[in-house]
């Protein structure tokens, strides 16, 4: 089966970086997704990795690692607007290529 | 664009009660998805279409929960009958269908509590 881990909660302060992490296991991996989604809202796309490496999207940055199933989603200069929930997502072969989502790390943002 | 469209945003009804959603995707996307969003916990697939068919309800308790997309537009989700545990935001997604990669569009969801 899948599985996939992240902290349940994360703190920072306003301005500052911040890196959440997203372990996970499965077989015939095809990609990672992290998807935002504020209290009461719905959840919105941020970033994709299907290769090793780092991709940048403005202040949001995603990172991967295949070989360790291993990723990360990466934010500067935080502002309050990115208090909010982050999941991760992976595709797989043995989910018949569906997205299995974590459990989410809820972002507080302290200014 | 208009987005993802869904109703009623907030229901309440009694254990055994029936209750329906709808969900009308963005328009040109065929693939469209419900998932259930338990408190606390990652959205999880009910149910996937492409056009009207069914790509994927493995993980749909077929024995209470229905879906149909009949003119592979707007779809519905009916609970009949709910149980307390089925108190969840139900999400509707819709997306573009490409493999291995597409971004999911969801709507604003529907609050179910169930008493």
């Known amino acids: 089966g899948q599985s996939l881990e992240q902290p349940s909660e994360v703190t920072a302060v306003e301005g500052a970086i911040v890196q959440i992490n997203c372990t996970y296991q499965t077989s015939g991996f095809y990609g990672l997704s992290w998807y935002q989604q504020h209290d009461g809202g719905a959840p919105t796309f941020l970033s994709y990795n299907a290769l090793d490496g780092l991709e940048e999207t403005g202040r949001f940055s995603s990172f991967l690692s295949r070989s360790d199933s291993y990723g990360y989603l990466l934010l500067q200069e935080l502002q309050m607007k990115d208090s909010a929930s982050y999941f991760c997502?992976?595709?797989?072969?043995?989910?018949?290529?569906?997205?299995?989502w974590g459990a989410g790390t809820k972002l507080i943002i302290k200014p | 664009e208009a987005g993802v469209a869904q109703s009623p945003r907030y229901k309440i009804i009694e254990k055994r009660q029936s209750v329906a959603f709808w969900c009308n995707p963005i328009s040109g996307h065929a693939t469209l998805y419900w998932y259930q969003q338990i408190l606390g916990q990652g959205p999880k697939l009910l149910i996937q279409f492409q056009n009207n068919g069914v790509v994927d309800d493995s993980q749909l308790p077929k024995d209470r929960f229905s879906a149909e997309r009949l003119k592979g537009v707007d779809s519905t989700l009916k609970i009949q009958p709910a149980k307390l545990e089925d108190s969840a935001v139900y999400l509707c997604?819709?997306?573009?269908?490409?493999?291995?990669?597409?971004?999911?569009?969801f709507g604003p969801g529907t609050r179910l509590t169930v008493l």
């Open positions: 997502a992976v595709r797989s072969w043995d989910s018949n290529y569906q997205l299995i």
């Open positions: 997604a819709s997306s573009f269908p490409s493999v291995p990669f597409n971004e999911q569009f």
